[in-house]
């Protein structure tokens, strides 16, 4: 697929440099993305044998397989839900360059959808997603389009105060319409399964099966579509897709209205698993950060793998420091990724 933010860049028709310049233009594409994809190899083999190594310690440590396979799959259930979150996070920063701390808090207003349609209206949860999907795009565009399109190209401390104070809008919004008290929504059927003598709800996995099909459908929009092509042309260069024709406010709203769904659709997957209140959203915002940090800002792709890993993390974490936060474990990874690869496991992504 030709990359249209290139055409910017190529000598002018009716010249005899244009079959020069060819050859080398396709050695200087080839040869780096030969080179990317074994270093991805590389950095997944490493993953995995860190990952064996945790495992085999927290055997070690427990001395029952019965509860390290239990957080196994706790952690990959969960995992996958941190990575459908932090898809959306990094995805925005990716096109708009925008740390948005509201993120949290849109996932927040999706749980109080999925109470509203469940409590008012009798549906199955997962049902919600029909409607807060839909919801969260359209109020992500609006969004955009009237409080963040003035903040794209400001200094990073204007995007900050703006989306902290966008979350702090919504959750002080949440609160007076909903009320301090805790909420919860019930899963019906939500039975144990038996897997490897270590027991998964069927909320848990649902949530985990549904939030790893909607991380393909946004990958192949990504990768498959003129709007996939479109956001991954102005992500690396929004100038030379001005020159193609992309119109990049469109993009810089359809991208963030896009997150914002994201966002939503995982505050549907979690609500039957958490104890709703206004904030909830705030620590999935946490960890969608240290995901987004791990896999690579901007990759979309890394943030899903980096989700599996913190969801791993946090609960063998258990195991290791018992009594402890599971988010203890989560930030000590989260300062060695700082310390020994900023840039993220898998680097920066559009």
């Known amino acids: 697929m030709t990359d249209p933010t290139k055409a910017h860049g190529s000598p002018a028709p009716g010249g005899g440099a244009v079959a020069t310049e060819d050859p080398p233009e396709t050695t200087m594409v ?29 055997y070690w440590r427990t001395g029952n397989e019965v509860v390290v396979t239990q957080a196994v799959l706790t952690g990959l259930m969960i995992g996958g839900v941190y990575g459908l ?28 959808i999925t109470v ?60 007076l319409f909903f009320g301090p008290n805790p909420q919860s929504v019930g899963l019906p059927g939500d039975t144990g399964i038996d897997v490897f003598g270590a027991v998964v709800t069927v909320g848990r996995l649902l949530a985990f099966a549904v939030a790893l099909v909607l991380a393909g459908l946004l990958y192949l929009l990504l990768q498959r579509t003129r709007l996939g092509t479109a956001i991954r042309a102005v992500a690396a260069n929004d100038t030379g897709a ?25 505050g549907v997957l979690v609500a039957p698993l958490v104890t709703i209140e206004p904030t909830t959203g705030e620590l999935f915002n946490i960890v969608a950060f240290v995901v987004v940090v791990l896999g690579g800002m901007g990759n979309v792709v890394g943030a899903l793998v980096g989700g599996l890993l913190i969801g791993l993390t946090e609960q063998l974490g258990a195991l290791y420091l018992p009594g402890q936060s599971p988010l203890l474990s989560v930030f000590i990874v989260f300062v060695l990724v700082l310390f020994l690869r900023p840039q993220g496991l898998f680097g920066r992504k559009a």
């Open 30 to 58: 080839t040869t780096p993305s030969g080179g990317r994809a074994r270093a991805v190899l590389v950095r997944v083999g490493i993953v995995l044998a860190v990952a064996a190594v945790a495992l085999g310690l927290a």
């Open 85 to 112: 979150v932090a898809m959306g996070l990094t995805l925005i920063f990716g096109v708009l360059d925008i740390v948005n701390f509201a993120h949290g808090a849109f996932l927040a207003v999706a749980l109080y």
């Open 116 to 175: 509203v349609m469940v409590g008012r209206f009798g549906v199955h949860p997962y049902l919600a997603l029909l409607v807060s999907v839909p919801l969260m795009f359209l109020l992500g565009a609006a969004v955009q389009r009237f409080v963040l399109a003035g903040a794209i190209g400001k200094p990073l401390e204007n995007q900050l105060l703006i989306t902290l104070g966008l979350a702090l809008l919504i959750d002080n919004g949440l609160l």
């Open 242 to 266: 001005q020159m193609v024709g992309i119109d990049t406010r469109r993009i810089y709203m359809a991208t963030f209205a896009i997150g914002t769904a994201v966002a939503g659709a995982a």
